[in-house]
């Protein structure tokens, strides 16, 4: 296993993204939507760095099957709390292709959101996106399959606390 960001690392991305997020949604009514189970460690991490009265979400969905994406996203749950009147943060692990935030966008909007804008830990250098550029990142990376920091490999390495490349 290779690291490829460290623990370090992390924590200081976080915090910044935090101190942009709170600048940028000062004085608005702001959910966060977590995706999961990717971005459980990155969610809860993220929410504890902006210093804003806010609601947090979390909606499970997953384009993935045998470590590459399917091309079709299963929606295992819903939102709890109501979309409309509230500017929502969707907050992901990995930006690849863009299918799954792409088509969690286009919802999230029809719901009646404010605005809706995304944060991902880890952007992917890949071809063939599907045209969504994340609003906040934490790292853009190759396009190598990662773990750790709530990634997986078959459900296991997410509780890694830095991200690596498998070997």
């Not at 999961?36 to 997953?62: E, H, Q, T, Y």
């Not at 819903?78 to 292709?97: E, F, Q, Y």
């Amino acid at each position: 296993m290779k690291i490829l960001v460290s623990e370090e690392q992390i924590a200081q991305r976080v915090r910044e993204l935090g101190a942009e997020i709170t600048a940028f949604y000062e004085g608005k009514p702001l959910t966060v939507i977590i995706l999961m189970n990717g971005a459980l460690v990155f969610g809860a991490d993220l929410v504890r760095a902006i210093k804003l009265p806010l609601r947090w979400d979390a909606f499970s969905c997953s384009s993935y099957a045998d470590d590459r994406s399917s091309g079709k996203m299963k929606v295992r749950s819903k939102l709890k709390n109501p979309a409309s009147g509230r500017h929502l943060l969707i907050v992901d692990d990995v930006l690849d292709t863009g299918f799954t935030m792409k088509t969690i966008l286009e919802d999230m909007l029809q719901l009646g959101a404010l605005s809706v804008r995304t944060c991902v830990l880890l952007n992917k250098n890949v071809s063939g996106k599907y045209f969504v550029k994340p609003d906040w990142t934490g790292f853009d990376i190759p396009d190598q399959y990662v773990v750790g920091y709530g990634l997986d490999s078959n459900e296991e390495y997410r509780n890694l606390p830095y991200i690596a490349v498998l070997e």
